[in-house]
């Protein structure tokens, strides 16, 4: 079955600071791959995609990378801010799969002034 | 309403209580799912409603768990005789159509029920 794995929280920045949260999937057949965002107090939203291989998807100074090769779609951002401070998710949905998203644990990101 | 609205926000029930749990989704979406976001965990999908179909109850993890779309708009998930590993965040989100709408970015998610079973 479909799998998602991320970083395990949670994740203390200075603000400016270079993030990297890691995720890696198992999947049937060709999965899109998303990163959602859970601000506090607020639902999910999506973040950014990507479809295909090497496809780079990006948002809000974010980016990930499809690697098929390493089975991988982590998020970067070159410098974060305090209003990035929320709950990050990666997940999945493939072409194998029911109609639902398969999501990671999620990575509690805080980040300082 | 502008997004998905879910209520309550918080219920704390005591074991072997019966609960409701209550989602609007955004008017006209036929889709409709329920997700449960557990402590260290990651999203669990619970079951899917489209339009007039037959729902995906592939993801309930018990008989004690069903869930039901009234008129194709309202949702209640019911929980019987809810046990302390029921604790959870749980989520429910709608789109305007089934799985495309995941890669068309159509997703919307409401803000979640936390439930705390005593």
């Known amino acids: 079955g479909n799998s998602v794995t991320q970083m395990e929280g949670p994740v203390t920045l200075s603000e400016e600071a270079f993030l990297t949260i890691n995720c890696t999937y198992t999947a049937t057949g060709y999965p899109s791959l998303f990163w959602y965002v859970q601000y506090p107090g607020e639902g999910l939203q999506l973040l950014l995609k990507a479809t295909k291989a090497d496809d780079k998807g990006s948002n809000k100074g974010f980016e990930a990378t499809y690697r098929k090769e390493t089975t991988s779609f982590h998020l970067e951002k070159g410098s974060v801010q305090v209003s990035d401070s929320a709950v990050y998710f990666c997940a999945l949905i493939s072409s194998g799969s029911a109609r639902q998203l398969t999501f990671g644990s999620g990575t509690q990101l805080t980040v300082l002034p | 309403g502008a997004g998905v609205s879910q209520s309550p926000s918080n219920k704390v029930t005591e074991k072997g209580k019966d609960v409701e749990l209550r989602c609007d989704p955004i008017?006209?979406?036929?889709?409709l799912y329920w997700y449960r976001q557990s402590l260290g965990q990651g999203l669990e999908f619970l079951i899917y409603f489209q339009g007039n179909s037959a729902p995906d109850k592939s993801g309930l993890p018990s008989d004690r768990f069903s869930a039901e779309r009234t008129g194709g708009s309202v949702s209640t998930l019911t929980i019987q005789r809810t046990q302390q590993e029921d604790s959870a965040v749980y989520l429910c989100?709608?789109?305007?159509?089934?799985?495309?709408?995941?890669?068309?970015?159509?997703?919307?998610f409401g803000s979640g029920t936390q439930l705390s079973v005593l």
């Open positions: 008017s006209g979406h036929t889709a």
């Open positions: 989100a709608s789109s305007l159509e089934g799985r495309a709408s995941f890669i068309n970015e159509k997703l919307f």
